[in-house]
């Protein structure tokens, strides 16, 4: 599974998408739970880079190569790649909280993503059923390189 794709239920236009500052308080709990010192962004992302890296950023049109582990609010690892070279995505089509969040950093940085569930799975949840409907996320992404 790439857990960092959209996936599309097609009972999606049936359910409603919670806002984004109804997770504020689960991503806070995880973020405190896990030492992270978030930085909210005004799209309701909260966020922590733990690196930089050098260079430009990633575009939308961008092909990215990352490694990162995803993981629901309860610690439960839903998916996982370890090696770059099986993604090469391009930014554009992944969830909205990777477009907004992998701009901030650049080829060999790090960041961790605490995404409203608004801004990564809505009300379609993982095609396998990993990633419930409207569920907040959390990535430990590296940023390996952007084409």
Not at 49 to 63: D, E, H, L, N
Not at 112 to 132: F, Q, V
Request: proline content about 7%.
């Amino acid at each position: 599974m790439n857990g960092c794709k959209k996936s599309y239920d097609p009972g999606y236009s049936n359910c409603t998408p919670v806002p984004v500052d109804n997770d504020s308080a689960a991503l806070l709990k995880f973020a405190s739970d896990h030492d992270i010192k978030p930085t909210r962004d005004s799209s309701g992302l909260y966020y922590e880079i733990q690196g930089f890296g050098s260079g430009p950023g990633p575009k939308g049109t961008s092909a990215v190569y990352v490694t990162y582990v995803g993981k629901l609010m309860d610690g439960t690892t839903f998916d996982s790649v370890g090696n770059s070279t099986t993604t090469g995505w391009i930014l554009n089509t992944l969830i909205q909280g990777w477009q907004i969040g992998l701009p901030k950093i650049y080829s060999g940085g790090r960041i961790k993503l605490l995404i409203p569930s608004a801004l990564a799975y809505t009300c379609s949840g993982s095609a396998d059923g990993r990633i419930p409907r409207n569920a907040p996320v959390y990535f430990d992404v590296t940023l390996v390189s952007f084409q």
